[in-house]
Every structure is written in C-alpha cells, then in structure tokens.
C-alpha cells in the first residue's frame, strides 16, 4: 500500500471495543488502515479536536415511499439520516407493507436511485402462506416485521401462525423484529375509552397500556425460546420490558431489545399538552427521573437504539381527532444528536454509542463488518463529531418532511461535522450534500 485515497489525520478514533489516538486510511471505499502509517495520500482531512467514530446503523426507520411520501419519501428521509451521522438503514414503512419475493423485488427496484444512504429493506411477515418468508429471506430482505396486534392497518399476526413462521425459518438467521402490544388488551382499553366519549391525550397511554405491551412481549419471548428464532422486541418503552428479555437472554434465548430516544427523553405526562404530537405506540411510559435512570440501566449487552422514524407533518398531526392522525414521531434528525449529548452527559462512553447504534444493529441484522466498524476491510463510513459543540434544537434544523420535532428547545452537546459513505463527503455542518443514488441497496450476510 504506497498511496491510499484519503487519510483522516489526527483524531480520535471512536469504535465499539474503545479508542485510540491516530489516523484513518481509506482506499477504493474501504478502511484500509488503523493508526500511523507510513503511505502518502491524495487528499488529507484534519481531524484535531474531533471524535472519528464508524457510521451509524439506523435498523428502524419508515420512510412511507412510494404510498404516502406527503409524510416522508426516500430521498429526503436518508438525507435527514445522512445529515446525522447514519450511513445505512433499513426501510420498513408500513404503508408498503412487503409480503413476498415479488413484492420485495418490485419496492427494491424502485428505491434503487432514490437513497443518499445504503439501506437495506425489511419485509413484513406474511398474510397467506409462511412460505412467503422463504421468498423474501432470498431476495435479501433485513428482518422479518410482525404485529401482534392490528396497527398502522397491518393486521395483528396470530400466536399460531408467529410460532410456525418462527420455528420453521429460525435456523435462517433472519431477525423477527416483533411489534408487541396484546391485540385484546388494546382492542378492549379502546372500546372503554371510546364509550366514555373520551378524546384527549391522555387516551394514548391508557389505550396502549403497559400491560398490553408486556403481556405481548411474555408470549413472544415463550414463542422464541420454542422456535430458537433470532428475535427482538421493537421500541422497548418500559423497564418491565427490559426484564423479560433479559431473563429469556439469561436462559440462553435468542431475544434483544430496541429502544428509542423518546422512551428516555419525553415525559409520559406530555401527551396532556401536546396530544396528537405525542401519538406514538408504545407511547413513552417516563414520569420521573427515577425513571429515566431505570430505563438507561436496562440499556446493556443485550439492547440497541434506533429512532422508529414515523413522520407526519404538524398539518396531518392536527388533522382530525386524537384517535383518526397517524401514530408516530420523526426522529432521524435527532436520534444521534441524542445520544452524543447521552455521551456528553456521561450516561454512556463513546464506545458505548457506537455499540448501541453501529455495530450491534449491524450485528443483529447481517450487516457486519461491511458496517458499523472501522476496522480494515469496512466500508469507508465515517463520521467526524465535534464533541463539544453545544447548541439549542429547533424546528428548523429538520430535514425530514414532518418539518418539526419533539425535542425543539432542547440543548444538546455534541454535533456531526462531516459525514462519508465509502469515502466519499455525503454530508457536512448538518446539511446533505449528496444526491439520490449515491446510496445502494444491501443484501444482509447471514
């Protein structure tokens, strides 16, 4: 190696397994390179003062393309992503719910030049035939997604029919990616709410109660400890959720847990003031900061975040009753920033960060250590953060089509200064830079 196509000098490089003080050497949009090496380059970025971490791996974000891209589309979704830090995610929108081979081919097709970032695809679990599961685990899909109960128009998947997908495709490998709320305990909280001519915020978390959320999640977890299927329960809001994956992990069962921003930073009492705004399921469950400290003690070897990206413009968020507006938060534009002011803030190491939202999801899905390493033989996906910059979120820093977010007004430290995809500058200061196309669709590596 005699000449490399870019150094990054002088930073200090952030993965997984720690740091250390040194260069970055990218060739052919590859990591080629650790340390101090004695190579020329054609180009040099100065990295003094500024934390070189791996790309982000973004494993749950709902883009709405092609159906409801008033919401959200490809290319202005991965360009919020790109913007903050995350070079890979995977879509699985709803409203193009992918349920077989064909399916799966025809939504790749057509997101194949409207990414700025790679991205893989996720395929819901099957309405017909488990046979299905088959078709879409060959054309590369990242997970399979399941609902246990009827949500964004999906309907729920019966005991029944998960444990049969489940047992005979979980020596595949491929993740089941479980929505868990009881379909009975929510379907009948609605019917009491609904009958008391109850409209406010404060319906959310009583109609997807607690106890919906973790009575789902002890039969998923019973389901893949028969099975042996890689699963993971999807936005984790509560600590009692933590736990039962936790024991399961402990008795050797193949179960992890995701968890967002918004199950830590919002307040479950906000659904009072801003109703529609905080319409999201599970809602978040915090009340006291003794909450806050109990959900980051979850936060161990056997989870992940991600940013449940699921936008709706504050037009469409006031545009009916609290029961009628799409479910959901934008969270791209913020997912990251949160979790360098975590770090900031001491909650978690650097380390850490690029553990829980790089290599694990990276792991989990397949995607590694093509992903959410710095290690040699790794796409060259870089982010360089300034670690103490320190500035106040607003409305306007949204990329994404929601056009606001839940954090305005919030502080945070800690900012991405630059981004690369496979070496090449996709995002600087915040603002994207590169085109539709420049990210491609992944298959995972199982």
């Known amino acids: 190696m005699k000449k490399v196509d870019l150094v990054i000098k002088n930073g200090r490089i952030i993965m997984a397994d720690g740091e250390m003080e040194g260069n970055v050497y990218v060739q052919s949009g590859k990591i080629a390179g650790l340390g101090h090496l004695d190579v020329a380059a054609e180009k040099s970025i100065d990295a003094s003062n500024l934390l070189v971490m791996p790309g982000m791996f973004e494993a749950h974000a709902h883009?709405?393309?092609?159906?409801?891209?008033?919401?959200?589309?490809?290319?202005?979704?991965?360009?919020?992503?790109?913007?903050?830090?995350?070079?890979?995610?995977?879509?699985?929108?709803?409203?193009?719910?992918?349920?077989?081979?064909?399916?799966?081919?025809?939504?790749?097709?057509?997101?194949?030049?409207?990414?700025?970032?790679?991205?893989?695809?996720?395929?819901?679990?099957?309405?017909?035939?488990?046979?299905?599961?088959?078709?879409?685990?060959?054309e590369g899909a990242a997970f399979i997604k399941v609902f246990t109960c009827t949500t964004h128009g999906i309907p729920g998947v019966a005991t029944?029919?998960?444990?049969?997908?489940?047992?005979?495709?979980?020596?595949?490998?491929?993740?089941?990616?479980?929505?868990?709320?009881?379909?009975?305990?929510?379907?009948?909280?609605?019917?009491?709410?609904?009958?008391?001519?109850?409209?406010?915020?404060?319906?959310?978390?009583?109609?997807?109660n607690l106890l919906a959320e973790?009575?789902?999640?002890?039969?998923?977890?019973?389901?893949?400890?028969?099975?042996?299927?890689?699963?993971?329960?999807?936005?984790c809001s509560h600590p009692e959720v933590f736990k039962i994956?936790?024991?399961?992990?402990?008795?050797?069962?193949?179960?992890?847990?995701?968890?967002?921003?918004?199950?830590?930073a919002l307040k479950e009492d906000d659904v009072l003031t801003e109703g529609a705004f905080r319409k999201f399921t599970p809602p978040n469950r915090i009340q006291s900061e003794a909450d806050?400290?109990?959900?980051?003690?979850?936060?161990?070897?056997?989870?992940?975040?991600?940013?449940?990206?699921?936008?709706s413009t504050r037009a469409q968020k006031k545009g009916g009753s609290v029961w009628e507006v799409p479910f959901g938060l934008p969270g791209l534009d913020t997912t990251f920033r949160f979790l360098l002011d975590s770090a900031a803030k001491g909650r978690i190491s650097y380390?850490?960060?690029?553990?829980?939202?790089?290599?694990?999801?990276?792991?989990?899905?397949?995607?590694?250590?093509?992903?959410?390493?710095?290690?040699?033989?790794?796409?060259a996906d870089i982010v360089l953060v300034d670690p103490d910059s320190e500035y106040e979120m607003t409305d306007e820093m949204v990329i994404s089509k929601a056009g606001w977010t839940p954090y305005a007004g919030r502080t945070f430290r800690g900012r991405a200064k630059a981004v690369f995809l496979r070496g090449k500058k996709i995002a600087e200061n915040g603002a994207c830079v590169a085109k539709p196309g420049t990210g491609k669709f992944l298959a995972p590596h199982r």
């Not at 929505?179 to 404060?202: F, I, M, P």
């Open 63 to 138: 883009l709405m393309d092609p159906a409801e891209t008033d919401r959200e589309d490809m290319p202005t979704g991965t360009a919020a992503a790109a913007a903050q830090g995350v070079t890979t995610l995977i879509e699985h929108s709803h409203c193009t719910a992918v349920r077989s081979g064909a399916e799966f081919v025809l939504k790749k097709e057509y997101l194949e030049n409207r990414s700025v970032i790679d991205f893989g695809i996720g395929a819901h679990f099957p309405t017909d035939s488990i046979d299905r599961i088959g078709e879409v685990i060959r």
């Open 160 to 208: 029944g029919d998960l444990y049969a997908g489940m047992s005979r495709y979980g020596d595949t490998r491929i993740p089941f990616l479980i929505h868990a709320e009881d379909d009975s305990l929510t379907a009948s909280a609605e019917k009491q709410l609904r009958s008391a001519v109850r409209s406010d915020g404060g319906i959310i978390p009583q109609w997807r």
């Open 214 to 235: 973790t009575v789902a999640a002890q039969s998923v977890v019973t389901i893949a400890e028969a099975s042996g299927a890689l699963t993971i329960l999807a936005h």
């Open 245 to 264: 994956a936790e024991k399961a992990r402990q008795r050797g069962v193949r179960v992890w847990t995701e968890t967002c921003p918004q199950y830590i």
């Open 292 to 311: 806050v400290e109990a959900i980051w003690g979850c936060i161990g070897d056997g989870a992940y975040f991600a940013s449940d990206h699921a936008p």
């Open 351 to 379: 380390p850490m960060l690029v553990e829980l939202y790089s290599r694990r999801p990276a792991r989990l899905y397949g995607y590694y250590p093509r992903k959410g390493t710095l290690l040699p033989g790794a796409d």
